[in-house]
């Protein structure tokens, strides 16, 4: 790692002298503010945040940043899980939460232009009247840079695709302050090299998105979701194995376990079966056909109960539950803290995965709450334990280790959605072996003074 310049009373002058004086701040609260993310990694206190208007003004602070070795961390709406946006070197922070406008709906190519700090509920709200959505649905209200940098996705993403399916052509600002445009319009494009894929899933380590244009999709007219719940995991993991195997596309495939189940039930007061849950949707013209298919699955595989999740709001309902299962969580154990566990595997090796979590966590005598986008090979986990307690923590991080390294041994990744940050370097090292160097040769290339977002994805 560089050396690094602290912030002086002079950087800040000429700081305040490219933005405006309210947009560069070294007040104690916004530092506070930016020091820490969703996750449980430590806080970090940058020694200032800025709030860019531009792209020209992202273009200026990055070449004076680049010119005086001052690491930039962009910041989009704080959730990430694993570190992602922290200013672990301190530094800027450069918050785009005011660069968050909707440049341009083309709603005939079903395409949108915006700015990186439009969160996805109100790009969402905003496309309502035009009968079109942008598909990936982390469970947060992120931005859309910072969806972009983590390659986030959600429960759609087994119908539509991540954040980088989703993402047709980015404005990027690099680390010398040079401006660039990757991607087309175009829907398809083979013209050499991949760099809109490259900077989507970078974590803000190679370049800042100052505009993005994203591919939209029609609102459904009707969806159909069914509960199914099991009398054991092992039947309720098989049915999605083989749900997926069976050529359904279902446009949400989730599993959810017994004590996640119950905590909904408790916190959200949703009438539900306590078992290991299948939560099954289908949108779309053909969905009445999917849904009985996906049905005679489950029941083959000796589902217990079966709930429809009749009209619009009662499936709202549901999902809007499924999405707060971390702060059901939180409520359920007050004062204690969750580590969350993001990994995925090929669809095959899902049940393997999660029974292999089962049991470490009861070999750790440790309660962990375990669902995920389970149509993807997506698991989660959040396991609770004492913040402060060193031995809770240790048989939380031994647990952690032993299933992110199986589902790498697995032929899967050590994290699906939540990105590197700083919690999942160790792990990715044996998971891409030489590619990670090339990776690193590319880091090299793109920021040679490695300001932009240092002590993420790679280990020093
Ligand atoms: C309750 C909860 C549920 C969640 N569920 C999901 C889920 O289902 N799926 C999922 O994928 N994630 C989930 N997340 C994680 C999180 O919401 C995502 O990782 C999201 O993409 C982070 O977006 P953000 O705007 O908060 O970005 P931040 O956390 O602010 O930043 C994320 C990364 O993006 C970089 N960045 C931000 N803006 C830019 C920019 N303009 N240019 C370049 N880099 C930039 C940052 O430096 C950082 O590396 C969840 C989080 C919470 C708290």
């Not at 310049?5 to 930016?34: F, G, N, W, Y």
């Not at 595989?301 to 079966?306: L, P, R, S």
């Amino acid at each position: 790692m560089p050396t690094y310049t602290r912030l002086t009373d002079e950087h800040i002058a000429q700081l305040t002298a490219m933005l405006d004086p309210e947009r560069v701040s070294v007040k104690a609260a916004d530092l506070d503010q930016h020091s820490r993310d969703q996750s449980f990694h430590e806080a970090h206190l940058p020694e200032a945040v800025i709030w860019p208007e531009s792209t020209e003004e992202v273009s200026r602070v990055l070449r004076f940043a680049n010119a005086n070795l001052i690491p930039v961390t962009a910041w989009g709406a704080g959730t990430s899980l694993e570190g992602n946006s922290l200013a672990v070197y301190g530094g800027i922070v450069m918050d785009f939460s005011r660069m968050n406008r909707i440049l341009n709906v083309r709603a005939e190519d079903f395409q949108v232009d915006v700015q990186p700090g439009l969160t996805r509920l109100e790009l969402n709200k905003a496309l309502q009247r035009y009968g079109l959505f942008f598909t990936p649905e982390p469970g947060a209200n992120a931005s859309i840079g910072g969806m972009i940098a983590n390659n986030a996705s959600g429960i759609k993403t087994i119908k539509y695709g991540a954040t980088k399916d989703n993402v047709l052509r980015l404005e990027v600002v690099q680390a010398n302050g040079d401006v660039l445009h990757v991607g087309t319009r175009a829907r398809k494009d083979s013209s050499g090299y991949d760099l809109l894929h490259l900077f989507v899933g970078s974590e803000g380590t190679l370049g800042l998105v100052t505009e993005a244009t994203l591919k939209l999709e029609p609102l459904p007219a009707n969806y159909s979701a069914t509960l199914a719940a099991f009398r054991a995991i092992e039947p309720a993991i098989q049915t999605v194995v083989d749900i997926v195997g069976a050529g359904l596309e279902p446009s949400a495939l989730e599993f959810v376990d017994t004590e996640t189940i119950r905590a909904l039930r408790l916190d959200k007061g949703l009438d539900l079966v306590e078992a290991p849950t299948l939560i099954v949707e289908f949108n779309g013209t053909s969905d009445s056909e999917g849904l009985v298919s996906a049905q005679a699955i489950c029941e083959q595989n000796g589902a217990i109960n079966f709930r429809a999740a009749s009209g619009l709001e009662e499936r709202n309902r549901l999902w809007e539950a499924r999405h707060h299962t971390y702060e059901s969580l939180l409520r359920q154990h007050p004062g204690k803290a969750q580590q969350i566990v993001d990994v995925c595997v090929p669809i095959s090796r899902y049940p393997e995965i999660v029974l292999y979590a089962n049991d470490v966590l009861t070999e750790h005598g440790l309660l962990g709450y375990k669902f995920g986008h389970a149509g993807d090979g997506n698991l989660h986990i959040n396991i609770i334990h004492e913040p402060d307690s060193a031995a809770d923590i240790e048989r939380v991080q031994a647990a952690y280790a032993l299933i992110v390294e199986r589902a790498i041994d697995l032929e899967g990744t050590a994290t699906g959605e939540h990105g590197v940050g700083i919690g999942k370097r160790k792990f990715i090292v044996r998971q891409h072996g030489q590619a990670l160097n090339v990776m690193r040769q590319i880091k090299d290339l793109l920021d040679p003074n490695g300001i932009l977002n240092p002590g993420k994805i790679f280990l020093e």
